[in-house]
């Protein structure tokens, strides 16, 4: 469905899309800090998991924003487009 000239469905696919993208690079950073970790980088390994964390913020917000979409839609699509 398009609300002002927006594919809301392609919109969410995309923000699900860069969810997915995330989730892999979180699980990198999860797994690099655990081998930095055993292997004696202990700051390598903190900040690795400090960037895992952040990672997981990134997510949320995603999750928040596909939550939005919804209500966004629902109160963008009162607008009335005119042709000139």
Do not use: P, Y
Not at 16 to 21: G, L, V
Not at 33 to 61: I, P, Y
């Amino acid at each position: 469905m398009c609300t002002n000239g927006v594919n809301t469905g392609q919109l969410e696919q995309m923000i699900e899309q860069i969810d997915d993208h995330v989730k892999l690079e979180r699980r990198w950073a999860h797994t690099l800090g655990h081998t930095a970790g055993d292997a004696g980088f202990a700051t390598v390994s903190e900040k690795l998991h400090a960037a895992q964390a952040l990672l997981d913020d990134v997510r949320a917000l995603l999750g928040e924003a596909k939550d939005a979409l919804e209500d966004d839609a629902e109160t963008a699509s009162n607008v009335t487009v005119n042709l000139v």
